[in-house]
């Protein structure tokens, strides 16, 4: 048996969900969840019903997806939906940030003008940087619970190439923060519409 976890399973749900390794309803639930013919959404979804079934302590229905017509999914759904967007704005938000702390030292470098020194400023892109990619795993890792990661990936390059273009110009003043910004705002509503289509097939299981 693979101990590879599908993509539904994210790190962050196994340690949520530790303690019911090994009891056999958990296992049968996670082994039909896994082979069932539904959307990686829809698995997210349903594991996390199970979850939470768990939690308050009761049975785990036979077909766990036979349920998704039943008010308790749905609601079950709609809380792990607003879960998921909570954590992609913060994500989101830090990245953005990130962002335009390495823009600034970019920028610095190119302009021989630094904030404090090139140490210090070097220092603090560096650990922006890892910042930048921690939650930038954590961004993709959501998205791909609902769709594809491409739009995302093409608008943060088209934003940084932006921000690059507007520096080369704008010589005396940095656009980074109202770029990245930007850059932000739409990946935050282009994943909210991808949820909301999500909900739409929760809402409508036989559309």
Excluded at 68 to 79: D, L, V, Y
Excluded at 146 to 169: H, P, Q, R, S
Excluded at 172 to 186: E, K, R
Aim: hydrophobic share 45%; aromatic share 12%.
């Amino acid at each position: 048996m693979s101990t590879k976890p599908a993509s539904w399973r994210t790190k962050a749900f196994d340690k949520k969900t530790a303690a019911y390794s090994g009891n056999p309803a958990w296992e049968k639930t996670m082994s039909e969840i896994e082979s069932a013919k539904a959307s990686t959404a829809m698995k997210h979804a349903a594991a996390e019903y199970a979850a939470t079934l768990m939690s308050e302590e009761k049975k785990l229905p036979e077909r766990i997806l036979s349920k998704r017509r039943t008010g308790s999914f749905k609601e079950s759904a709609t809380q792990t939906v607003s879960n998921d967007r909570g954590t992609f704005q913060i994500s989101g938000m830090i990245t953005m940030i990130c962002a335009v702390l390495i823009a600034l030292f970019i920028r610095s470098v190119m302009m021989d003008k630094y904030l404090i020194n090139f140490s210090v400023d070097a220092l603090v892109a560096a650990a922006a940087a890892g910042f930048l990619i921690v939650n930038l795993t954590t961004q993709f890792g959501i998205i791909r619970l609902y769709g594809k990661t491409n739009d995302f990936v093409w608008m943060d390059i088209l934003g940084f190439a932006l921000w690059f273009c507007l520096m080369l110009w704008l010589k005396g003043f940095d656009a980074s923060l109202f770029v990245f910004v930007i850059v932000y705002l739409i990946e935050r509503w282009r994943f909210d519409q991808t949820t909301k289509t999500f909900l739409n097939e929760v809402d409508n299981p036989d559309q």
